[in-house]
Structure formats: structure tokens, C-alpha cells
């Protein structure tokens, strides 16, 4: 059975400062996904990550898939308000490529 | 552009009543995913479809059941609602392509007393 872990679950950075969010699956996977939630709305997506050693950047956000450890990372670099929200990992397992969530982060960032 | 559309919004049950949630999605998807959210608890599938006509369990099934009669559309019923399916409900889509973005509706919150 798919267990897709995130940490931390609560994050409090400082404005200008870098972190990163960790997510750790349990069994094989080659497809996982982050996904940005703002309060009350529905779910963004991020990035898609395919294959082992990507990475993708977007603003100041990146995300890198390592697949032989069952770790993915999403980097934050020089934090900032408007990126306060709860971002999940999702793992695609299962022979119908069910989308697996981890319980979220969620990220403060005060100024 | 509706993309994936969730209708009712909110909703207030009585312990007992049923009801049904409607998904429709215009993108032409073959995949649909019903989740619910908890707090602390992340979003957990509920049920899904590969195709119309087809539909299977996710990791917390008992109490729902689905139908996708059309491929645009896809069901969720409570038979017999309690107040432990008190939730955000949202409905997801996507194409069977492995590099497939999943795109997520609005939600529907349900409330159970």
C-alpha cells in the first residue's frame, strides 16, 4: 500500500529566507505532484515530476524527484508573503495510477 | 473555460438524509477522481473512474457509492449521510496520458448534523 509522508506539516519562515519540504513515498512510483492550496479554495498544480533526478523551477519554487530514494523536494528560495499556503505531494501508485496525497505543509511566512 | 465543475457548493444534511454530488468536467477526460478533505488529514480518495461505465474503491469508500454514466460527468451519492462524512469534497480529472496534469474543481462542503 501507497504512504506518501511530508515534512514538516507547519512551517513558520521569515520573508527572504530558504527552506525545503520534504515528501517521502513508500513504494515505486515514477509520476508524483505538488500542489499549492490557498485557504477555503481549491488545489493548484504546481509541478509534475516524471522521471528520476528531475527538477523543475517555477519563480521561487523548485522541485526535484529522486526515485531510487522515494524523496522528492520542494526548495524555497528567499521566501516570501504571497507564497503562504499549504502545499501537498501526490504519489501515482497503483496499477490505475491512483493519486496518493500527502497530509500537507503548511507554510507561513511572516515578514 | 468550466474545466471541472462541482455542483452543489454547500450543502447542510441531516444525519440520515441522502444526497448526490455532481462533477462534470469539459476537457474531454478520460480519468475522474472524487476526494475528500480533513483537516490534518490531506485528501483522501473516495472513488474513481477510469473510463464511462467503469468505477472503483479508493482508500475510504464505505458510506459513498459513484456512477459515470457519461464520460463528462461523474456521481457521488451518500446513501445515508452521518456526521463523520462532515467534509470538503472535491472532484479531479484528467487525461489517461501518464504525464497527465490532474486538475481539481472548486469543492463542495458538507456539513452533517
Known amino acids: 500500500e501507497l504512504k506518501v509522508e511530508q515534512n514538516p506539516l507547519f512551517l513558520s519562515m521569515q520573508e527572504g529566507k530558504n527552506y525545503t519540504i520534504y515528501c517521502n513515498y513508500s513504494t515505486t512510483s515514477d509520476r508524483l505532484y505538488w500542489y499549492r492550496q490557498d485557504p477555503g479554495k481549491s488545489l493548484e498544480s504546481l509541478f509534475v515530476l516524471l522521471s528520476n533526478g528531475a527538477v523543475k523551477q517555477e519563480g521561487r519554487l523548485m522541485a526535484s524527484l529522486d526515485t531510487k530514494a522515494r524523496l522528492s523536494t520542494l526548495h524555497i528560495t528567499a521566501a516570501v508573503h504571497d507564497l503562504s499556503a499549504t502545499y501537498f505531494c501526490a504519489v501515482v501508485g497503483g496499477s490505475q495510477g491512483n493519486l496518493i496525497f500527502g497530509k500537507g505543509t503548511k507554510l507561513s511566512v511572516k515578514p | 473555460n468550466a474545466g471541472v465543475t462541482q455542483t452543489p457548493k454547500f450543502r447542510v444534511l441531516k444525519t440520515g438524509q441522502s444526497m448526490t454530488l455532481l462533477c462534470a468536467q469539459d476537457m474531454n477526460h478520460e480519468y475522474m477522481y472524487w476526494y475528500r478533505q480533513d483537516p490534518g488529514m490531506g485528501l483522501r480518495l473516495i472513488h474513481y473512474?477510469?473510463?464511462?461505465?467503469?468505477?472503483a474503491k479508493g482508500e475510504v469508500p464505505d458510506g459513498y457509492n459513484v456512477s459515470r454514466l457519461k464520460k463528462q460527468n461523474f456521481l457521488l451519492g451518500l446513501e445515508s449521510a452521518a456526521p463523520s462524512q462532515t467534509s470538503v469534497y472535491f472532484c479531479a480529472s484528467s487525461f489517461r496520458d501518464p504525464r497527465r496534469t490532474i486538475y481539481f474543481g472548486e469543492g463542495s462542503w458538507l456539513t452533517v448534523v
Open positions: 473512474s477510469v473510463g464511462e461505465g467503469t468505477t
